[in-house]
């Protein structure tokens, strides 16, 4: 059986970008923090956000930690 369609980032990004709008900073790193914990819960694989969070700290602000 053929696995899972590759992740579409584009997609994610404006589909953050979206939830985003019209949010102050405040509100946003709310947010952030909201849609953090969701998706670490439904993946209940602490290692998996811990390797996540080393990922995103090493972004230097690029979406993903790829490169534009």
Not at 6 to 22: E, S, V
Not at 27 to 36: I, K
């Amino acid at each position: 059986a053929p696995g899972p369609p590759p992740f579409d980032f584009d997609a994610a990004y404006r589909l953050l970008a979206l939830a985003h709008r019209g949010l102050d900073a405040e509100q946003s790193a709310a947010l952030n923090a909201r849609l953090v914990l969701l998706l670490a819960a439904d993946r209940a694989d602490v290692e998996a956000l811990a390797r996540a969070v080393a990922t995103a700290q090493g972004a230097g602000g690029s979406a993903c930690g790829r490169s534009p």
